[in-house]
């Protein structure tokens, strides 16, 4: 029987019909199963149906403007910061 780690493994390829029988099969007991994997694939699979659906639209101006002036003002900001300073000890590196 499959586990919720097998569940999420395996529900990009559940979602797109892209999976062998026997594992659709197991996955499906689970979901049958656990309230946690069923929501997460409800979720998901309401979450790909509002993109797909989802059309393009263009902001208005006004809108566009103020948002790209608070961006460049953020990076101004940014900028405009010290860099944090380093404690003089070499980096962990992983």
Same mark, same amino acid.
């Given at each position: 029987?499959? =586990?919720? =780690?097998?569940?999420?493994?395996? *529900?990009? =390829?559940?979602?797109?019909?892209?999976?062998?029988? !026997?594992?659709? &099969?197991?996955?499906?007991?689970?979901?049958?199963?656990?309230?946690?994997? +069923?929501? *997460?694939?409800?979720?998901? &699979?309401?979450?790909?149906?509002?993109?797909? !659906?989802? %059309?393009?639209? !263009?902001?208005?101006?006004?809108?566009?403007? +103020?948002? *790209?002036? +608070?961006?460049?003002?953020?990076? %101004?900001?940014?900028?405009? %910061?010290?860099?944090?300073?380093?404690?003089? %000890?070499?980096?962990? &590196?992983?």
């Amino acid at each position: 029987m499959f =586990n919720c =780690n097998q569940v999420i493994a395996e *529900l990009a =390829n559940y979602l797109d019909d892209q999976i062998a029988a !026997e594992i659709r &099969r197991e996955l499906e007991i689970h979901l049958a199963q656990c309230q946690t994997c +069923r929501t *997460l694939f409800d979720s998901t &699979r309401k979450t790909i149906t509002i993109v797909t !659906e989802s %059309r393009s639209f !263009e902001l208005p101006e006004s809108v566009s403007a +103020r948002i *790209l002036e +608070r961006i460049k003002s953020k990076v %101004r900001q940014a900028r405009k %910061r010290p860099p944090p300073k380093r404690s003089g %000890r070499p980096s962990k &590196r992983h």
